[in-house]
């Protein structure tokens, strides 16, 4: 794939992703939620089905929906709110901890830089991008196993693992696509350019993709 090719390829991916649900992400924010249930349903959604993590988070907001509630709920309380989500246990511990430093650091504002929230418990740098873009439309690149898998695929970056892929996209995405890049790519690599097999022979982008590492396909 050239470098150019990716105003085009972005153009297509999204004409192909609308036959596809919405993702519970990407519904949640559409919602108007603020950054600090962005934060706790992005830590919920981890490693956890989109239906799940939908419940989940509607039954920890009826509960408590501001890290000053969050904060003073016990950590049972909170597991209970969140089951059965994957490790909803210690995601239990890492929700009420960080709404704590929120409140005591931050005076109850989720902060809006990479580097704050990543000193938060649970939160990594893919999380972290996710609330800066969505939570407060700013520049940054949330970087998944979609994306990471999709952009070398395409022959854009030759990383090997998804902090890479974000240092390299900084570099080179043209800024006006970082904060939708993760919203496109990721129900684009569960639906058409998935992990084995991908779907290639119906595929939009596949003139412009190298294919680097794909061995069989539909």
């Known amino acids: ?22 993702s519970f992400m990407e519904r949640f924010a559409k919602s108007g939620a603020d950054p600090f249930k962005i934060l706790i349903a992005c830590v919920l959604s981890l490693r956890t089905r989109d239906h799940t993590s939908e419940e989940a988070s509607t039954r920890l907001f009826a509960l408590a929906a501001d890290p000053f509630s969050i904060a003073n709920l016990p950590v049972k309380k909170i ?35 990479i580097e704050a929230l990543v000193r938060f418990p649970g939160v990594g740098r893919k999380t972290a991008n996710l609330v800066r873009t969505v939570g407060y439309r700013k520049p940054g690149i949330c970087v998944d196993i979609h994306v990471h898998r999709i952009c070398n695929r395409l022959g854009y970056v030759a990383t090997k693992n998804a902090d890479e892929t974000e240092n390299v996209l900084r570099q080179k995405l043209p800024k006006k696509h970082w904060i939708r890049f993760n919203s496109l790519l990721v ?14 022979s119906s595929c939009l982008i596949q003139p412009f993709c190298g294919r680097v590492g794909v061995l069989a396909t539909r």
């Open 79 to 113: 597991e209970k709110a969140i089951c059965p989500i994957g490790f909803y246990r210690t995601k239990a511990r890492q929700i009420r901890a960080m709404s704590k430093q929120i409140c005591q650091e931050f005076h109850g504002r989720v902060p809006d830089t």
């Open 1 to 22: 794939m050239q470098d150019d090719d990716i105003h085009i390829v972005l153009h297509l991916v999204k004409e192909s992703i609308q036959q596809w649900p919405v």
């Open 187 to 200: 129900p684009f690599g569960q639906n058409q350019c998935t992990p084995i097999s991908p779907r290639c």
